[in-house]
């Protein structure tokens, strides 16, 4: 079957950095998506990868390996508002998209 | 207007009532989506339409029943439904269904409580 597994919730201190990790068991790969859902809001999309190597966008950054099934999401000067669910999500095949529980990140001051 | 917006925000629904779901967008895009989303669990896709004809109907009980009178218009008819159908139901679109960097754009969803 396809799966997608990333920890269930992280916690993390203002200023500093944190890493999400996003590993996938999938039928095929056309890309892989990371999301960030704010509590009650809708999710908005924050990174595209389908090739190897990392992708940066200001203080966020999306990794991703191929060959080992594997992406991370790495957030830098983390803020209060980086408080938030953090999905990862696997374009297969047939284009669908297999999505992880989400990570929730927990900001502290 | 936001790009994809949904009503109503919240339902509370008996088991026996029949209620709908709204979803606009105003994006222009071709392809409309609804997606079950439960606490921890991933999301479920539930239904897409693509150019207004249903591609995916990921075996969803006849309980739930989508409408897409025009591209930019989804609805989900609830019909007796379970307590267990008590989740955040979230509209999006895309440009198309089967592009591979094509990113999704949510609306806040519905969040339906059955009693």
């Known amino acids: 079957g396809q799966n997608i597994d990333q920890p269930t919730e992280m916690t993390a201190t203002e200023g500093a950095i944190v890493q999400i990790n996003c590993t996938y068991q999938t039928s095929g790969f056309n890309g892989l998506f990371w999301y960030q859902q704010h509590a009650g809001e809708a999710p908005t999309f924050l990174s595209y990868n389908v090739l190897d190597g990392l992708e940066e966008k200001g203080r966020f950054s999306s990794f991703l390996s191929r060959s080992k099934g594997y992406s991370y999401l790495l957030l830098k000067e983390l803020q209060m508002k980086d408080s938030a669910s953090y999905l990862c999500?696997?374009?297969?095949?047939?284009?669908?998209?297999?999505w992880g529980a989400g990570t929730k990140l927990i900001i502290k001051p | 207007e936001t790009g994809v917006t949904q009503t109503p925000r919240h339902l509370v629904m008996g088991m026996t009532n029949k209620k709908s779901l709204k979803c606009e967008q105003h994006l222009g895009h071709n392809a409309m989506y609804w997606y079950k989303q439960s606490a921890k669990k991933p999301l479920e896709l539930m239904f897409v339409y693509s150019l207004e004809e249903r591609v995916e109907n990921n075996s969803v009980p006849s309980r739930f029943s989508p409408e897409c009178p025009n591209s930019s218009h989804l609805f989900l008819h609830l019909h007796t439904l379970q307590p267990e159908d008590s989740a955040l139901y979230l509209c999006a679109s895309s440009q198309g269904h089967d592009v591979p960097s094509g990113e999704l754009f949510f609306g806040e969803g519905s969040r339906l409580t059955v009693l």
């Open positions: 999500a696997v374009m297969d095949s047939n284009y669908q998209l297999i």
